[in-house]
């Protein structure tokens, strides 16, 4: 059974930055499309970063030029860099991915259980 594990939230200042980590069990990063999504207080979840088996990757526009998504494929982790941080990324950060295709444009399949990020002004 595959599990997505996140780690790295926490609570910090505006302007300040995390990253997170997805550490999955019985997956292979690299090998399909892993992504991170996020769900704020009273919205729903979207997805904020992805990339694919050939390493594209794509943002969504309110964390493009900010976060940055990473794969350790040796080390069998996923990464999200979170750079000048605003009270709006506040929200619950899950680790996704999908079990077959190479490109991010389906469904995905497998969910970590999230961690939280909170923003002060």
């Known amino acids: 059974q595959v599990r997505l594990v996140e780690s790295g939230g926490g609570s910090v200042q505006a302007g300040d930055s995390l990253r997170l980590s997805c550490t999955p069990f019985?997956?292979?990063?690299?090998?399909?499309?892993m992504g991170w999504f996020r769900q704020a207080p009273g919205k729903s979840r979207e997805k904020v970063a992805s990339v694919d088996f050939y390493g594209g990757r794509a943002y969504s526009d309110s964390v493009q030029d900010r976060f940055t998504i990473s794969e350790d494929v040796a080390g069998n982790k996923l990464y999200l860099q979170m750079d000048n941080l605003k009270p709006e990324d506040t929200g619950i950060y899950t680790c996704?991915?999908?079990?077959?295709?190479?490109?991010?444009?389906?469904?995905?399949?497998?969910w970590g259980q999230g961690t939280q990020v909170t923003v002060s002004p």
């Open positions: 019985r997956y292979s990063v690299g090998t399909t499309c």
């Open positions: 996704a991915a999908t079990d077959s295709g190479h490109y991010c444009t389906g469904s995905f399949d497998y």
